[in-house]
T-cell receptor, first 116, second 112 residues
Framework: GAGVSQTPSNKVTEKGKYVELRCDPISGHTALYWYRQSLGQGPEFLIYFQGTGAADDSGLPNDRFFAVRPEGSVSTLKIQRTERGDSAVYLC??????????????FGEGSRLTVL | SQQGEEDPQALSIQEGENATMNCSYKTSINNLQWYRQNSGRGLVHLILIRSNEREKHSGRLRVTLDTSKKSSSLLITASRAADTASYFCATPPIQGAQKLVFGQGTRLTINP
């Protein structure tokens, strides 16, 4: 596709349920990022993939959060036993070049998660 | 952890005026980036300035970088109603890191 695609755009779930959020990055982009954004705040880093491997998962808040990218393209963010505090917009971004050089991030529109 | 901090948190000006937003950061950087986010949308990259650059222009945007003060500014000239959005600066948290850390942003409102 032309841009980063995220599904679902909106997800409402009940406390304690399991949720999967999907990200389809721009074709050819090897780097993929997940961020979380609460209302009125800036994006908060969760995890970064270079290819298939998670190069930096230091932003995942706890072991209920897990992300995979098995073939180096599509990624899935998985949240177990959801809590009301997990409610936020989850943003995915991809990048062609390394951030430390000229790597601008291309963001998807986000998945809005609401935990009741 | 938060690297960049934008100032002001909110800014409201009349159409046609210039808007200036500032960003301060904490560590040495390779580059600093500015992003824009319309309400309910994803972020869009505006401009990247490298640590060896002091000023950069892109259309109505002008970005400056002062590495001695660890600060950057984004100037939007001749503002338009369509410029209404949140603006974020972003840097790697430490030099060489392959991720970006964003500030809390400046919410800019352009009044027609």
């Amino acid at each position: 596709g032309a841009g980063v695609s995220q599904t679902p755009s909106n997800k409402v779930t009940e406390k304690g349920k399991y949720v999967e959020l999907r990200c389809d990055p721009i074709s050819g982009h090897t780097a993929l990022y997940w961020y979380r954004q609460s209302l009125g705040q800036g994006p908060e880093f969760l995890i970064y993939f270079q290819g298939t491997g998670a190069a930096d998962d230091s932003g995942l808040p706890n072991d209920r959060f897990f992300a995979v990218r098995p073939e180096g393209s599509v990624s899935t963010l998985k949240i177990q036993r959801t809590e009301r505090g997990d409610s936020a917009v989850y943003l995915c971004a991809s990048s062609l070049n390394r951030v430390m050089n000229t790597g601008e991030l291309f963001f998807g529109e986000g998945s809005r998660l609401t935990v009741l | 952890s938060q690297q960049g901090e934008e100032d002001p948190q909110a800014l409201s000006i009349q159409e046609g005026e210039n808007a200036t937003m500032n960003c301060s950061y904490k560590t040495s950087i390779n580059n600093l980036q500015w992003y824009r986010q319309n309400s309910g949308r994803g972020l869009v990259h505006l401009i990247l300035i490298r640590s060896n650059e002091r000023e950069k222009h892109s259309g109505r945007l002008r970005v400056t970088l002062d590495t001695s003060k660890k600060s950057s500014s984004l100037l939007i000239t001749a503002s338009r109603a369509a410029d209404t959005a949140s603006y974020f600066c972003a840097t790697p948290p430490i030099q060489g890191a392959q991720k970006l850390v964003f500030g809390q942003g400046t919410r800019l409102t352009i009044n027609p």
